[in-house]
């Protein structure tokens, strides 16, 4: 499991652990111990929060204008396959 820094707690840690995952969470700057993380693994939760960051420019999605479970996730898949093309579209 890939999280912020935010999320360095032991109990969270601890918790990761025990259902036989490995935490990939650096530690906080104040700490003593240092956790070892792996940093190409730990790049690519960058990508997944820049995904969710363009997510949130559609207005639908930002304010949760539809109630309905799937009317909500139908605004997802829709917001996200026009960022799929918008970004594979070709500029020749």
Sequence with gaps: ???DRGYYAQAIIDLIETRGAKAHIPSQ???RV?????HQIY???NLVERFFNRLKHFRAMATRYH???RNFL???AL???RLWIKNYESTT
């Design 67 to 69: 109630k309905l479970a």
């Design 79 to 81: 917001a996200s396959t």
């Design 74 to 76: 139908a605004t997802i």
């Design 34 to 38: 240092r956790r070892s993380v792996d």
């Design 1 to 3: 499991m890939v999280a």
């Design 29 to 31: 700057i104040n700490t």
């Design 43 to 45: 790049r690519q939760r």
